[in-house]
T-cell receptor, first 114, second 109 residues
Framework: IAGITQAPTSQILAAGRRMTLRCTQD?????MYWYRQDLGLGLRLIHY???????GKGEVPDGYSVSRANTDDFPLTLASAVPSQTSVYFC?????????????FGPGTRLTVL | GQNIDQPTEMTATEGAIVQINCTYQ??????LFWYQQHAGEAPTFLSY??LDGLEEKGRFSSFLSRSKGYSYLLLKELQMKDSASYLC??????????WGAGTKLIIKP
């Protein structure tokens, strides 16, 4: 069981470039999430999707976009990267049908924007 | 606004017991989670509390008091591998997780 996979593992990107971070889960979870984690700030929600075909904005959505064409995939796109988007990005998924909504995380993508 | 507070860093000795506290103020409450995160790795689920009281799972226990907006994670018989950050998170009225900044636990021999 793979769980959640993310690609790439790490990336160095020039400012102004477009970048898509990939996330795939095989647990058939209906909900998926993108977070960024910066030192001292904890996890901050960028975008989420409660089910395939729908997306929503989290706490820090500016500069990012997402799509959810199917249950398994939830890519995050930086249209024009800026240095403040240097961070570790985690994708997560949960089965939000029941009451508990435990989120399971991918291994993360470490992104550096120069 | 929504807020979750936990200590930034704690130090404990191998074999001892440590309690990591978490206080929260959120719009609604649908449960509280504790996650463990080793350096350079993803957070992994430890525990979930939605009713008041203590939930025990091996060496780890988690306590919740909804009236006080308070939880703690208790780690017994500490091992070096328990050195990690511990994240407290609350599921709010919109079923979104609100995260604390995490507590870095350092275990000394």
């Amino acid at each position: 069981i793979a769980g959640i996979t993310q690609a790439p593992t790490s990336q160095i990107l020039a400012a102004g470039r477009r970048m898509t971070l990939r996330c795939t889960q095989d647990m058939r979870h209906n909900a998926m999430y993108w977070y960024r984690q910066d030192l001292g700030l904890g996890l901050r929600l960028i975008h989420y999707s409660n089910t395939a075909g729908t997306t929503g904005k989290g706490e820090v959505p500016d500069g990012y976009s997402v799509s959810r064409a199917n249950t398994d995939d939830f890519p995050l796109t930086l249209a024009s990267a800026v240095p403040s988007q240097t961070s570790v990005y985690f994708c997560a998924s949960s089965d939000s049908i029941g009451p508990v909504h435990t989120q399971y995380f991918g291994p993360g993508t470490r992104l550096t924007v120069l | 606004g929504q807020n979750i507070d936990q200590p930034t860093e704690m130090t404990a000795t191998e074999g001892a017991i440590v309690q990591i506290n978490c206080t929260y103020q959120t719009s609604g409450f649908n449960g509280l989670f504790w996650y463990q995160q080793h350096a350079g790795e993803a957070p992994t689920f430890l525990s979930y509390n939605v009713l008041d009281g203590l939930e025990e799972k091996g060496r780890f226990s988690s306590f919740l008091s909804r009236s006080k907006g308070y939880s703690y994670l208790l780690l017994k018989e500490l091992q070096m591998k328990d050195s990690a950050s511990y994240l407290c998170a609350v599921l709010d009225s919109n079923y979104q997780l609100i995260w604390g900044a995490g507590t870095k636990l350092i275990i000394k021999p």
